[in-house]
């Protein structure tokens, strides 16, 4: 017989699962192996007689109208009964019939041992038999139930073999020698040093004493003592870990009291972790100011084009070279720049004519502009216009606030005005990182721009210092024409000090209350040991609270000190502080002198250290900036039970 095509497969699928649910429906109380027999043998007996059915059908080929009126279709109903009763009936093969072993008292019979081979043959005829039926059987059997009915046996065979090697282990334990019950002469425990003094453990046998042996005690260096002998242990002592004491060191003899007591906590349960991670945004705010670089040194940057640098991981005292702060921001998702704050300087020197004089009081600042433009060569935006520099900008500002000073009456107060509050108004200036955050920001080169691509202002906000000098001049009328050289009228002390620079500054950059801050402002050892007085004089000129503008002067070509302001084109080379007052909250009005400074002042112009340097901290400009950054959040990892 071939193999069989997939309408029989199907057949012999479905009658399998038709006799395991009427099998297990019957007899479900009994053991499997008589339920798989039970089930093999009707599911084998129902498909053979439908090969049968089947291999009639095709020897007999019977046309339609024959198959229609079929004796076997149109017969009566009890004999059609009767024919189903008989297919439905069992066959059983009939036992072979039972050896005789009776011994035959007739002499011709067969003697015992011809009736032994016989019987024998007999026996072995029969097992070949039920072989032979198994393997036929089996052959008509479902693979898959086979190997179920392996899987099955196999299981049950490894069960019992654990069970027979579980009960040796136990018989092998119970049969262990027993420990020595003489008493022998050892060094003390060392748990005894553990138990307090007032506790005896021959006395108070406790699970602490249930695994000491009985021994004799022998101290070192000292004659046999009376043995003291704990009681003797009629059975094994049990171990720490029968004693439920896993806790227990039996390699260090270390007692349970000593051992720290291992509990079964909530939290050493593990749990499966989620296959995903719950972050949440934090929200920084970043404030860049371009005064905190250091402008002693760094002569190429300026308030309106300079670097700022994140973590730099320097440890000096002194300013970096460039603004830098010390958070490293990671996984920035958003860099949106929030608003700047500028100085209400005058940008340019407009030189007008009123009469017979020139004019320079007209104030150009960039309330003068459209708009200015911030660019950051390390971040570009949304923003797109008509030229590149709209194309690389990282925020587009516009007017929004501004705030100045209560007016005076020096002389042209409104060269100081304040500060502009600059904003990017209905606009999002803006860099979003998705869905891949920035790992980390290591600088920012910042630039403020005019509409034209321009700097806002090329001007320097530090000036080169020249020298310095004391208002009275005993020289010889070097400040006559200046309103700043009075002195004290009983000490001859100066009210005001000159600052001179190396080049002309614009009358804008440096006005009339403003606060200048000086830096590396010394003389050489050589003349610091000869005037003490300008030591003194050079670190209060060097103080970090930096010091007042009285007013600002200039000098022509052919004279040392002209006048005080800026000259007929609104430009100056002097800078006027106030002396060193006492404390005025005692009601003093006189100076702190220096010793001997105007004439050191004076002579020692050449003798100064390099470089020397001021800056108007009043130009300066503030960025403000919300950087967002993205942490993990725990409180979606929380669970109730850590709770």
């Known amino acids: 017989m071939g193999p069989l095509n997939p309408q029989q ?19 479900g109380e009994k053991p499997l192996a008589t339920l798989n027999r039970e089930i093999m043998r009707a599911a084998s007996a129902d498909f053979g007689k439908y090969l049968q059915r089947k291999d009639a059908v095709r020897a007999a080929p019977e046309t339609a109208v024959k198959t229609v009126m079929n004796e076997t279709l149109f017969q009566e109903t009890g004999k059609r009964f009767e024919i189903l009763q008989q297919e439905r009936q069992e066959v059983k093969a009939l036992p072979p019939p039972a050896p005789d072993f009776r011994i035959s008292l007739d002499d011709d019979g067969p003697s015992s041992a011809d009736l032994f081979e016989k019987a024998k043959k007999a026996r072995e005829a029969e097992a070949l038999r039920l072989i032979s039926t198994q393997a036929d059987a089996m052959d008509r059997v479902d693979a898959g139930v086979v190997r179920r009915n392996t899987a099955d046996d196999m299981f049950r065979q490894q069960q019992q073999n654990m069970s027979r090697a579980t009960d040796l282990a136990l018989q092998e334990r119970r049969t262990q020698p027993k420990a020595m019950e003489m008493p022998l002469i050892v060094p003390p425990d060392r748990r005894e040093l553990m138990l307090p003094a007032s506790v005896s453990i021959a006395a108070n ?10 021994r004799n005690v022998l101290v070192p260096g000292s004659s046999m003592i009376p043995p003291f002998q704990y009681p003797l242990a009629l059975e094994p002592a049990p171990t720490l870990r029968e004693m439920g004491q896993a806790n227990g060191n039996p390699t ?5 009291i000593t051992s720290v007591q291992k509990r079964n906590l909530q939290q050493d349960v593990l749990i499966k972790q989620d296959d995903f991670l719950s972050w949440r945004e934090v929200e ?14 760094n002569v190429r940057e300026n308030r309106y084009s300079f670097t700022v640098n994140f973590d730099p991981a320097n440890n000096g005292q002194q300013l970096p070279p460039s603004p830098a702060a010390q958070q490293r921001f990671k996984d920035i998702t958003r860099i ?13 020197v407009l030189i007008a004519r009123e009469g017979s004089s020139f004019v320079t009081s007209y104030q150009s600042s960039v309330l003068s502009m459209p708009y200015i433009t911030t660019q ?12 590149n520099f709209l194309d690389r900008s990282f925020g587009v500002l516009q007017y929004d606030a501004n705030w100045y000073s209560d007016p005076t009456s020096l002389v042209n107060p409104q060269d100081s005005r304040g500060y502009l509050a600059m904003i990017p108004k209905f606009m999002k200036c803006q860099r979003v990182y998705h869905p891949t955050p ?25 000036l080169d210092i020249d020298t310095a000098y004391a208002g009275d001049n005993i020289t010889g009328g070097t400040f006559l024409a200046s309103n700043y050289r009075t002195t004290e009228p009983v000490t001859g002390y100066p009210y005001y000090f000159f600052i001179k620079t190396k080049t002309y500054f614009s009358r804008f950059q440096v006005a009339v209350g403003d606060r200048i801050q000086v830096a590396g402002y010394s003389y050489d050892d050589a003349t610091l040991a000869a005037n003490p007085g300008l030591a003194d004089f050079s670190n209060w000129l060097n103080r970090s609270e930096g010091h007042q503008v009285a007013a600002i002067g200039y000098s022509a070509p052919s004279a040392f000190y002209s006048g005080d302001g800026a000259n007929n084109v609104g430009y100056a080379n002097f800078i006027i502080i106030q002396a060193r007052y006492a404390d005025p909250t005692t009601g003093s009005t006189a100076l702190v002198p220096f010793t001997n400074i105007t004439s050191a002042l004076a002579a020692n112009t050449t003798n100064l250290l390099l470089p020397r340097r001021l800056i108007n901290l009043n130009r300066q400009i503030q960025l403000v900036f919300r950087v967002v950054t993205r942490v993990m959040d725990p409180v979606g990892q929380l669970r109730p039970d850590n709770a």
């Open 9 to 27: 497969q199907d057949r012999l699928g479905r009658t399998v699962e038709h006799y395991i649910n009427e099998v297990y429906e019957i007899q």
């Open 252 to 256: 260090i003899t270390e007692p349970q």
């Open 284 to 297: 920084n705010n970043l404030f860049v100011y371009s005064g905190d670089r250091d402008w002693l040194k």
């Open 376 to 387: 950051i060569q390390e971040l570009d935006a949304n923003n797109y216009g008509t030229d």
């Open 205 to 214: 046998p406790g699970p602490l004493a249930l695994d000491y042996q009985p």
């Open 438 to 462: 920035l790992a980390t920001l290591q600088k920012m080169s910042i630039s403020m721009l005019r509409p034209d691509g321009s700097l806002i202002s090329n001007s320097a906000d530090t």
């Open 336 to 348: 949106e720049l929030v608003k700047a704050i500028l100085p209400a300087e005058s940008l340019d």
